[in-house]
């Protein structure tokens, strides 16, 4: 961790910052390529117990639409055949435990649903750094976390199936803020 502040000093409430995180991705293709890509548009919030990080919680929102590859046309098809975002236009993770690992590490487990399909995860995260300035307390998280997208039912027929991995690597950079509490 990049901070010297103690955990206790990070308690509040915070809200996700959308220009200092980053929701990417990388998929495989069975031809050995691999498929970044990210989320534009999400939001979320948070509240982090620095004494009793079991008392933590998280929420995010995904529009399943801003999903960006940098290539228009398999985007377009990622938001119809894989995604139909028609039908489920968002993405959420909703933690149901917080635990801390050690030092900076944090283990988050967590309902994500996808396509209306909820299943339960585990991302890890390491507090990278933490701050107070004049706008308010603002803490930064990486992580990552493994996904079979299948299990989501992410899949357009047989044949994306075997063209197309089906373990997907989220990489989370997030940063979150909260207004500095001022005494009465």
Do not use: C
């Amino acid at each position: 961790m990049t901070t010297t502040t103690p955990l206790g000093e990070l308690t509040g409430d915070y809200s996700l910052d959308a220009a200092g995180t980053t929701l990417a991705f990388i998929a495989r293709h069975t031809m050995g390529s691999r498929v970044p890509g990210h989320f534009d548009e999400f939001d979320g919030s948070g509240h982090f117990d620095g004494d009793d990080p079991a008392k933590s919680s998280v929420r995010l929102t995904i529009k399943a639409a801003s999903i960006h590859t940098g290539n228009r046309q398999r985007d377009d098809h990622l938001r119809t055949a894989f995604f139909d975002v028609e039908g489920h236009p968002v993405i959420t993770f909703v933690s149901t435990a917080v635990r801390h690992v050690g030092g900076s590490g944090f283990e988050v487990t967590g309902d994500l649903t996808i396509r209306g399909v909820t299943k339960p995860v585990r991302v890890a995260v390491e507090l990278v750094g933490a701050r107070s300035g004049a706008d308010g307390f603002r803490i930064g998280f990486t992580g990552a976390v493994s996904l079979n997208r299948n299990h989501w039912g992410v899949n357009e027929n047989l044949a994306t199936r075997l063209m197309v991995g089906s373990k997907v690597t989220m990489q989370l950079t997030v940063a979150a803020s909260r207004p500095i509490r001022r005494s009465p």
